[in-house]
Every structure is written in structure tokens, then in C-alpha cells.
């Protein structure tokens, strides 16, 4: 069985009959790239409209051309009309609705380009948008993150290594951490946004055209920052979603590791968090259960993400020169990433602001295990003794303590100079507070350093919002 007749594609002058109707839904990219009409159509705009300037077809023929792919738009926005599996691929809709709506003239359109420049054009017109969107969500979530740093600016929280209790420090600063990161990956985002920001269209198939056309008034209508410079490379590279995908697969990263946090500190054990009941979910059978969903969905979903990186280096990894139907296969996988991402952004930003802090359980808790014992090891080193025979005294003080089941602070003046005479009264006054304010030193966790680092995330978001402005 055959699907029309040669006729009906774009490519059929060659072939004597239709493609086999199983071999034309395995081949079809409609069901994937008909998200991208939006960018065909202006990317055809464009195109038509610099034909016509440049007297590559008549003036009148350029206009009937740009006035029947508005209406193309209009009717895909209404639900008018809408691209199905009659077609090939999004190309193929638009020019056959084109053709419907202005006559033969429509075969026009297509004077001085190939798909493969036409998609690699969509594509990076997608990936270049899309990359605006998911910083834009990077920056909800770092606001987030700043506007709960500076509501609790003075809770102090055990910070951990190895997920033991190690040091006091600022619930802000902890906060303030994942700032950092989510503000690196907006950063690398905007990096790729840059090599994204290219256009290929003028490259043909892989050869170029021998039409007078002119790049730059396109490139400029679409608002491209430059042409691409080698024709062969333009209409073959994916390497922008490659990059697009690996720095998403970052900022999953980042949300997994703070989705960890989320739960850890949600459950009975830590009791440092708890969830609004607007981002939880119960159990079906144990009705006291509060489960962390949203959170453990951003931990699953990273995987996904992942695997769509690999999944692409895959396809790009073995490929010759120039455009290979293996590319069809760089869809699936950027939509899916940018829709996961952009999801997994969204709600981890309201799960956060509808969060509440158990306040006073993080501070008992910061008062625990010990936490102060590098600063009772610094108390000594102050009054001269080398660090690592203070390291040594305050760990045998603990091993005391352990047999004692007491603190540090607990035992008599005399069994501490037992230890060195050079403990005195001062040493009781070691706590959580003045932990966290002795480690006064840029990027520390100390109180004004804290208030530093918000002023300064606030002009970092401040410099993005910007550039999502231009």
C-alpha cells in the first residue's frame, strides 16, 4: 500500500509511484516537528521577502507569498487548520496549505533554500527561544532562593559533609549556595545562546545557492546575530543542542542535589522543612504519610534528561558529512529536555515558595554533634598552639565527651586544663552564633558576608533580567 502518488511530496519528480504506507509514517517528522510552525513560517517570511527584494521573483509574488503564510499562521493558531500525518513533515504542510490558499505561486517560496538549511533554521530558532525561556525560569527560582535567604537571615542550620554534622552555618548561606549554582547554568545557557544565535538559511543544501541572495537582511529580519560561514557545516551541526542538553542536564543536576535536601529534610528524621500541602501528596493505605512528589519527580527526571544528552551525542557521533536523515532524531530529544527542564523549574519555584522552616529544630540541631569542636581547635590555636596538635587535643576532648555524654562546654574548667592549660573561661563562650560570625571572610557564612552575597545576587539577577529583555 502507498501513501498519494509522487506528486505529493516534495521530492517526488523522480520517483514513478507513493511511498509505502508504513515506510511514510516511519520517515514522517510531523508528528514531532509540527511544533515548529511557528518558526517555519516566519523563517519563510523572511525568506519570501528578501527574494522579492532582491528581484529573485517578482515584488507582487514575494507580497501574495508573505500574505498567504500569515494566514497559514492564523488558521494553525485558530485550529483551522492543523498539520497531520498526511504530511511529511511541517515544511510540507505549510507549503501545501500555501499553495491551497495562493496558487502555483507557492512553488515559489521554496526558490534559494533547501530543508535542510530550512530545518536547521527552525531548529535553531526553537533552541534560541527556548534557551530565553528556561533562564527565565532559572531566574524565578534563583528570586526564590534570594527572597527566602533574606527571610530567614539569621537562622543558623548544621552544615554537613559526608551527611554528618560538621559546622554551624546560615540557613541563607546554604540557600545562597544553589544560588550560585543555578547561576552558573544560566550563565552557560547564555554562552550557547550565543553560538545558537546563527543562521543557517542561504546555505542550500550543502553547497550553497546560485541565486543573489542576501543572509544578512535575512538574518537580520529574524534577528540573528550572524550568518553561518561555511555552508557544509550549517546545514549538518547540532552541536547547539548538544550544548543546550548538557547544560540543562547541569541544572537538573543542581535541582536533583537540592531535591535530595528537600526531602531529606522533610522527613521526621531531620524535621527542618515542611512542604505546603498544595506540593504534596499522600499514601493510599497509610493516611498519616506527607510524601515529598514534586521533589522526587525532579530527582527522577533527571535521569531523563541525561539520557536525552546521550542520545543525541549518539546520533551526531558517527555521522559524515553533510545532512543525514539520523538528524530527524534531534527533535524528539531537545523538546523533550526543554519541556522536562522548564516543568521541573516551574514547580520546584512554588514548591520552595510555599515551603516553611522549622526554625528552632535547625538550630538545635546546629548545636549537635559536636559542631563547634573546630572552633574550640581555633580558640587554641589563637593562644599559640600549632592547629594540628589543637585538632588532636580537641579530638581526645571529644572522645571524653562521647564517654561522658556530655559537650565539649560541659566539663569543668580544671579537666579541660587538664588537657593544656591554656584553655580558660573564654572557652565557654563558644557557641552556634559565634561560630557562624568567626568565619568572617568573603564567601563565608558569616552574618553581613551573607547580607553581601544577597546584594550581589540581586545585581547578578538584575544583569539577567536584562539580557532577557534585549
Known amino acids: 500500500m502507498v501513501v498519494g502518488d509522487s506528486g505529493s511530496k516534495l521530492w517526488g519528480g523522480r520517483f514513478e509511484k507513493g511511498v509505502d504506507v508504513d515506510v511514510h509514517a516511519f520517515g514522517a517528522s510531523i508528528p514531532i516537528d509540527r511544533r515548529l510552525y511557528k518558526e ?21 509574488e514575494a507580497e501574495t507569498l508573505v500574505e498567504g503564510l500569515r494566514r497559514v499562521h492564523a488558521e494553525v493558531e485558530s485550529g483551522e487548520s492543523s498539520p497531520d500525518l498526511r504530511w511529511e513533515d511541517i515544511h510540507s504542510f505549510v507549503e501545501a496549505r500555501l ?12 526558490t534559494a533554500r533547501s530543508r535542510n538549511d530550512q530545518v536547521a533554521l527552525d531548529v535553531r530558532m526553537y533552541a534560541r527561544a527556548s534557551l530565553k525561556e528556561i533562564v527565565s525560569r532559572l531566574v524565578t527560582l534563583q528570586q526564590t532562593l534570594v527572597d527566602l535567604a533574606q527571610a ?17 552555618v546560615l540557613l541563607s548561606h546554604h540557600l545562597l549556595a544553589y544560588f550560585e549554582m543555578f547561576q552558573r547554568d544560566g550563565e552557560r545557557l547564555r554562552d550557547c545562546y ?44 547540532r552541536d547547539f543542542i548538544v550544548e543546550e542538553m548538557a547544560a540543562t542536564s547541569l541544572v537538573m543536576a ?19 522543612l515542611e512542604l505546603d500541602d498544595s506540593y504534596s501528596t499522600g499514601s493510599s493505605i497509610m493516611p498519616q504519610k506527607k510524601n515529598p512528589d514534586v521533589a522526587e519527580l525532579v530527582r527522577g527526571k533527571t535521569g531523563r534528561v541525561y539520557g536525552s544528552l546521550l542520545a543525541m551525542l549518539t546520533t551526531i557521533k558517527g555521522l559524515p558529512l553533510t545532512y543525514n536523515k539520523d538528524l530527524q532524531e534531534d527533535k524528539p530529544q531537545l523538546f523533550d529536555t526543554v519541556d ?13 515558595a510555599t515551603a516553611g522552616f522549622r526554625k528552632d529544630q535547625m538550630r538545635e540541631v546546629a548545636g549537635g554533634g559536636f559542631s563547634t569542636a573546630t572552633d574550640v581547635a581555633d580558640y587554641l590555636a589563637r593562644k599559640g598552639m600549632p592547629f594540628r596538635r589543637a585538632h588532636e587535643v580537641v579530638g ?25 592549660p591554656l584553655f580558660d573561661e573564654e572557652v565557654y563562650q563558644i557557641d552556634v552564633d559565634l561560630s557562624v560570625k568567626a568565619r568572617d571572610v568573603p ?20 544583569e539577567t533580567k536584562r539580557w532577557l529583555r534585549e
Open 40 to 60: 517555519d513560517i516566519a523563517g519563510s517570511i523572511a525568506h519570501a521577502t528578501m527574494l522579492g527584494r532582491q528581484g529573485i521573483i517578482a515584488e507582487a
Open 443 to 462: 564567601g563565608g557564612t558569616a552574618p553581613g558576608r551573607v547580607q553581601s552575597a544577597l546584594e550581589e545576587s540581586r545585581s547578578l539577577l538584575a
Open 194 to 237: 550565543r553560538r545558537t544565535n546563527t543562521m543557517p538559511l542561504g546555505s542550500g543544501a550543502l553547497a550553497g545557492v546560485t541565486y543573489p541572495i542576501d543572509r544578512l537582511f535575512v538574518a537580520g529580519q529574524l534577528g540573528f546575530d550572524s550568518i553561518s560561514r561555511n555552508s557544509m557545516d550549517a546545514v549538518s551541526d
Open 99 to 110: 499553495r491551497e490558499l495562493v496558487g502555483d505561486v507557492a512553488g515559489k517560496l521554496h
Open 254 to 272: 543542581h535541582l536533583s542535589r537540592l531535591a535530595e535536601e528537600v526531602i531529606l529534610w522533610s522527613t521526621e528524621e531531620f524535621g527542618f
Open 396 to 420: 581526645q576532648l571529644v572522645l571524653l565527651c562521647l564517654e561522658r555524654r556530655c559537650t565539649i562546654t560541659d566539663l569543668p574548667l580544671a579537666d579541660l586544663k587538664g588537657f593544656t
Open 152 to 168: 530567614n537571615l539569621a537562622v543558623v542550620m548544621p552544615g554537613y559533609t559526608h551527611l554528618q554534622r560538621a559546622q554551624p
Open 340 to 352: 522536562t527542564v522548564s516543568d521541573c523549574l516551574r514547580m520546584f519555584a512554588g514548591m520552595l
